[in-house]
C-alpha cells in the first residue's frame, strides 16, 4: 500500500470511522513503531506497524459481516480497560479482529453489526449517508398527538435539534405505551433523550432495525450470525 493518513488507515483496519479514528488519536490511543501518535496528519507506510491499545491492528483481507443481538449489560465495543463485557466477547470460533458499526447504550439490546471492513463502518455510521434505524420502547405513560408531530419535526436537545423523526404507539403494556421509534442519527443516548424530551422516558429499549434489515427473530440475547450476501447488499 502506498502511504496514507493514520486515521484512513485505522479506518480501513476496521478499528472505526473515520471520525472515531481521529478520537482514538487525540486519546492517545495509537502507537506507530512503539511511539504514541496524536497528530492527525500522520502517515503509515507498509511497513509501519500500528497498535491500538497497544494491539497491533492491520487491513484485513478477509471480510466479515456479522448481526448479532446485543443484550442489556454489555458493552458496544472491541475492548474495556475495566474488564467489563464487551459484544465482541460474545463472538467465538472467528479469528478475525471484529469492531462494532455504531454503538448501542450499555442498557439498550438489540441488533447490532459487527465487521472487519472499515470502508463498511464508515459507510454505514457517516451521518451524510443518514441511515434509518428503528427501535422498540416501552415508555412511561402514552405520548398523545402533539407529542408524535413535535418527533416528526424534529426536537431540540442539548447539542442542538435533530433530524425529522417517526414515533408511532404500537402497543400498551399497563398504564405504559410500547412505540416504535424510527432515526437516521447516531447521537449519543439519542432515543432516550428524545422520548425524555417530551416527557415519557424509556422504561425498556431495544433497537430491532438497521437500515433495510430486521433483528433475525431466530437470535436470542448474545446470539449472533453472519450477514447474508443479499442483506449486505441491501446494506450497500
Known sequence: MDEVRLQKYLAECGVASRRGAEAMIAEGRVSVNGRVITEMGTKVGPKDTVSVDGKPVKVERNKIYIMINKPV??????SDDRGRQCVVD???GVSERLYPVGRLDYDTSGLLLLTNDGAFTQKMTHPSFEIWKTYEAVVKGEPNEGNIKRFSEGLVLDDGPTLPALLTVIGHKGNNAIVEVRIREGRNRQVRRMLEAIRHPVLKLKRVGFGPLELDPDLKPGAWRYLRDKEI????
Do not use: N, T
Not at 449489560?73 to 472491541?78: D, H, K, R, W
Open 233 to 236: 447488499e441491501k446494506l450497500l
Open 90 to 92: 460474545l463472538v467465538e
Open 73 to 78: 449489560g454489555v458493552l458496544s465495543s472491541a
